[in-house]
């Protein structure tokens, strides 16, 4: 599992690479807030290279999306396979993000 | 004629862990390759028992038995082409299963961080249950059809 960050225009993209669970959202989420700590305030997580997610990393992105609005940015996601975006939907965490079918449509208007 | 018997490390997983996070992911790939032997369905594969485990395990290790890495989390796994039945055990005094169950799509409860895991298994899962046996059990039930 690792985590690799890139840069589009004033997006961060963020992208998943194997499993988002409780031995490692840590690193995602201090990933994220170094990025805001240079400044960034528009976060792209893509998950298209993501195993499987569970609660713990569920709620990294809960508290990843509330700070970044109280700091006036945003964050999103890209790339929930199916079983994913069932997660997401059990959860009713698919109403919470803006949730992209590519990475591509997701930068279109962010 | 090839007699029609799974063998045993197909079957079964019988395992003691340390009370860290770090052994989940290993333990999940056990477990799910079993079911794949045994014809799951791709989503269970994929979603379903990895998630409900990891659960199991991280509410074993970080609540039952503390984080504390002297403690250890006995997991059992018995798989065959009707059902998985997971047994996670650890050293904790157990836990009230209904009433620790929320409901995290509540709108006061959706931008909590935590209150998903006990709700995910119980979704995810056909059976769970909670006893004490010797220790904190777990036991998780999934049909394969």
Known sequence: MSFSVTTRGDVCIVEVEGQLIVGNRQELKQKILDELDKGTRKVLVDFARTGYIDSSGLGVLVSLAKKMREMGGDLRLANLNDDLQTLFELTKLDTLFQISETRERALENF | ?145
């Open chain 2, 1 to 145: 004629m090839t007699p029609r018997v799974t063998p045993a490390e197909q079957r079964q997983l019988d395992v003691r862990i340390p009370s860290d996070v770090q052994y989940i992911e290993a333990i999940v790939e056990q477990v799910v390759l079993r079911c794949a032997a045994h014809s799951y369905p791709r989503r269970h594969l994929a979603l379903n028992v990895p998630v409900a485990l990891t659960e199991a395990l991280s509410n074993a290790i970080l609540r039952g038995n503390h984080d504390d890495a002297a403690r250890s989390v006995h997991v059992r796994a018995d798989v065959d082409s009707s059902r998985l039945v997971l047994e996670v055990r650890d050293e904790g005094t157990g836990f009230d299963l209904e009433a620790c169950t929320e409901d995290p799509t509540t709108p006061e409860n959706l931008l909590r961080e935590d209150g998903r895991g006990l709700f995910l298994m119980r979704r995810l899962m056909d059976h769970v249950e909670r006893f004490s046996d010797g220790g904190n059990v777990v036991r998780l039930i999934l049909h394969r059809a």
